[in-house]
């Protein structure tokens, strides 16, 4: 019983610790990372429940600010190879157990 | 007026054709004969040109009737109806009804003379409209060419075309609301040549050109990567770790540098291309590794060669060279320290400086370890020439530096930069001629750590690090006894001695001597700052070093550039032993295995080991272990673990030696002796060689 108390404190600690945006790999500018990590926190938090939309929003807001086109994989088990344009990718952790993935290749 | 009545009278004759054909001509004639000149809408009605040759005689034809004159004057006359003369008057239609033929009442008048069928509709028609819709263009075109000739213009297409186009618009604004304004539909506008004139050119059109070009498309790169839980958790789980490591390296330094290093570490930015301090570690490795490799036969001499001549040389023994460490920046330098790591026990520092008065410059700092012989472990350039190192016991990463200059420094070898932590000024108390010897101390109450240095101004200072400034304490002022120079007005200035070296006590720890450049060894205590507690005549010349004993508590060794090396009872004021090397000594330092081994260095370049247990008068080892014969050897130490000795000379070089068994006896131990008691076994043995000495020296001075 203590066990498993002690293993859901954990969870929810964990949760709450590893919640931080984490960025895992890019080679965007300073100003462009920023942002687009922003954008992604943000889409993550509104739509908690779909990962779809999700992506629809970043994919849509990241073709209108930086050019087209755009390509974003949210999820929480997934691999992935890609060509991407230089300086145009983002791979990032977020809410402890979603992976963000955001490359531009047209 | 004749003329409408002619027209009236000619169409009247004409009416009555059949009967009246003859006279029509004649008649016409006559009046085609006295036509006027002014009317030019006359069509000619037959020949004029015989009605003058006939005259006025009327000629009769041949079927005309003969009527009497009676019956020519009869007037008849004629009533203009209009009803038809052809028509039928009695026409008669059968009537299915009656079965019989009925006439019919009105009979139709009308005489068709002539039928043409015609296009002409009416504009608002149906048809009409859909014509002009389809049509608009062509009927505004030759509408167009007809006023243009009775406007009498001078640039005739262009103008029309100008026209179409003003008209055109013209039409379109002024009937906008029209609902079937069809495009075609122009109106003129209604100009008079009076008033307006219309002027139109046209520019000369630049030819037109294709232009292609193609960009390069940007730069693209592949990457791949795997999204699993576990891999989130680990990652978040890395930068928990690096956040609270960042966390206490701020709190522990608050220079600016380091908060920017914790800035850029937390926004987790991994950079590609920043390989080579990844590979640092494993190249260090693979270093140590080749080096071993190549220098194999010395390690393994290191670890298990004993030389086995040792049995047959009763008493001496010998020192097999191993290592030697060199490092190309250091060639000019000498060695003026070299200090032993108590926590890891390959590892040594090197102070390298200049003994040489006028040829001061820079100086060094580095770390060897036996693992790696060709290169050292942390490189730290000074300024000034170092002239002694101590490493602190426990904390084995601080050292303590003293400089020619007088200056103190702590460096932290935990540190990347080459800059010590902390550094003495003028302002901080530094000294003001070379710091000859620094040691640690134990920490202080306030859990500070401190250290003690002794220079050639007569001070002895306490250094303690409090948070990120050396505060000095001046211990002892070493002043010179005995006769003072009254050089000066009878003033009798109290000369500084100059301290050369110091050694605290093993066991009671505010004891200490230092030794001065007088050749006098003072023996002090940490709480008497101004009094001497014993003064010791020790040498001619300055005292290099000074050193207890590290197990017997009454017995230290002294040695001096006047070719001695002298051993001591601290409570005895003349020495014990005397030895005479021929030459310079740099150095001396106890065995720490052995109460009764300790080893000389001169500045012939040679080694001496000396075992007093086994021979009290000589040395059981002298080795030149120097290529050549001018380099000076400067200091020595001991390994406290392997049985090895470092060696340094003026020429930056630093050799390690092994010592044969022969110089690491120990007492043949009884069975049942253990090692703790080896200290004692050491001390017991000390005191009997002193036992030896003392009684014959107590009845000699007396």
């Known amino acids: 019983m203590a066990e498993t108390g002690e293993s859901k404190k954990e969870e929810t600690d964990y949760k709450r610790l590893h919640s931080f945006p984490l960025i895992r790999h890019t080679d965007m500018p300073e100003e462009m990372r920023v942002e687009t990590m922003e954008l992604c926190v943000t889409a993550c938090e509104k739509f908690a429940t779909n990962n779809e939309s999700a992506a629809k929003m970043i994919k849509e807001s990241m073709d209108k600010k930086f050019g087209s086109s755009w390509h974003v994989v949210i999820g929480e088990g997934f691999g992935f190879e890609v060509t991407h344009e230089v300086k145009n990718l983002l791979y990032m952790f977020f809410g402890g157990s979603l992976a963000v993935c955001v490359w531009k290749c047209s | 007026m004749p003329v409408p009545q002619k027209a009236g009278t000619v169409r009247s004759k004409q009416g009555s054709n059949a009967h009246s054909q003859s006279k029509a001509p004649a008649v016409k004639n006559s009046k085609i004969y006295s036509k006027k000149k002014d009317d030019e809408d006359w069509t000619e009605l037959g020949d004029g040109g015989d009605e003058w040759t006939q005259g006025k ?69 149906d048809e009409a409209r859909r014509q002009r819709a389809k049509q608009g263009l062509q009927e505004e075109k030759p509408a167009e060419a007809s006023v243009a000739e009775t406007e009498d213009k001078p640039d005739g297409p262009a103008d029309v075309a100008e026209d179409a186009g003003d008209a055109e618009e013209g039409a379109g604004d002024e009937r906008p609301d029209s609902v079937d304004v069809k495009p075609g539909i122009k109106e003129r506008k209604l100009t008079n040549q009076f008033n307006f004139s219309e002027r139109a050119s046209q520019t000369l059109n630049n030819p037109l050109r294709e232009r292609g070009c193609q960009t390069e498309p940007p730069p693209r790169a592949t990457f791949s990567a795997t999204a699993n839980q576990w891999e989130i958790y680990d990652a978040y789980v890395e930068e928990l770790q690096k956040q609270e490591k960042n966390k206490e390296k701020q709190k522990a330094l608050l220079s600016k540098k380091e908060e920017d290093k914790g800035k850029k570490k937390t926004t987790m930015v991994e950079n590609p291309s920043d390989d080579i301090t990844k590979v640092a570690k494993v190249s260090k490795i693979v270093e140590r590794m080749v080096t071993q490799n190549t220098y194999d036969d010395i390690a393994q001499d290191f670890k298990y060669f004993e030389d086995a001549s040792d049995e047959f040389q009763e008493q001496e023994g010998t020192l097999l060279p191993l290592w030697r460490f060199q490092y190309d920046k250091a060639k000019r330098l000498s060695v003026t320290a070299l200090c032993w790591n108590q926590k890891y026990k390959d590892l040594f520092g090197v102070g390298l400086g200049s003994y040489d008065f006028t040829k001061q410059g820079r100086g060094m700092l580095l770390f060897y370890s036996l693992k790696n012989s060709t290169y050292p472990e942390f490189i730290f350039p000074t300024l000034s020439g170092v002239m002694c190192l101590d490493i602190h016991k426990q904390l084995s990463y601080l050292m303590a530096v003293g400089f020619y200059d007088g200056c103190v420094a702590v460096y932290n070898l ?24 620094v040691k640690w ?98 040498h001619n010349m300055a005292v ?68 007093l247990s086994v021979n009290k008068y000589e040395a059981i080892c002298q080795q030149a272990v120097v290529a050549k014969k001018k380099t000076r050897l400067t200091h020595i130490e001991f390994n406290p673990v392997y049985p090895i000795i470092i060696v340094g000379d003026d020429r930056g070089y630093v050799t390690s030696l092994k010592l044969s068994p022969n110089l690491r006896k120990k007492p043949k131990e009884k069975k049942g002796q253990e090692l703790p008691k080896g200290p004692e076994v050491e001390v017991a043995k000390m005191e009997k060689l002193l036992c030896l000495l003392r009684e014959p020296e107590s009845t000699s001075n007396d």
């Open chain 2, 441 to 538: 101390q134990e920490d202080d109450i306030d859990n500070n750590h401190n250290f003690f240095s002794v220079s050639s101004d007569g001070r002895v200072v306490s250094w303690t690090l409090v948070k990120n400034e050396l505060v000095f304490t001046d211990i002892i002022k070493l002043s010179i006894e005995g006769p003072i120079n009254e050089g000066q007005e009878g003033m009798q200035l109290p000369a500084m001695a100059c301290g050369t070296s110091f050694d605290f006590h093993k066991q009671t720890d505010y004891l200490f001597l230092v030794g001065t450049e007088e050749g006098k060894i003072h023996k002090c205590s940490k709480f008497y700052s101004s009094q001497l507690l014993e003064t010791y005549v020790a």
């Open chain 2, 544 to 611: 290099d070093a000074v050193k207890w004993n590290h197990f017997h508590p009454k017995v230290f060794i002294s040695c001096s550039s006047d070719w001695t090396v002298k051993i001591w009872d601290h409570t005895i004021k003349s020495p014990m032993f005397t030895f005479d090397l021929n030459a310079a000594v740099g150095d001396v330092a106890w065995s720490p295995y052995s109460s009764t081994v300790f080893a000389a260095v001169t500045t012939d370049g040679k080694v001496h080991v000396y075992d």
């Open chain 2, 57 to 125: 005689t009327l000629l009769k034809p041949p079927d005309q009737l003969d009527l009497s004159e009676a019956e020519l004057k009869e007037e008849f006359t004629r009533i203009l109806t209009a009803n038809n003369p052809h028509a039928p008057q009695n026409i008669v239609r059968y009537s299915f009804k009656e079965r019989s033929y009925k006439p019919i009442s009105s009979v139709d008048q009308l005489a068709v003379h002539f039928v043409l069928e015609g296009n002409l509709l009416h504009k608002d028609s």
């Open chain 2, 414 to 437: 935990k540190d990347d930069g080459p800059q010590p932590v902390y550094k003495s000024t003028a302002k901080t108390g530094k000294h003001t001629d070379p710091v000859w010897q």
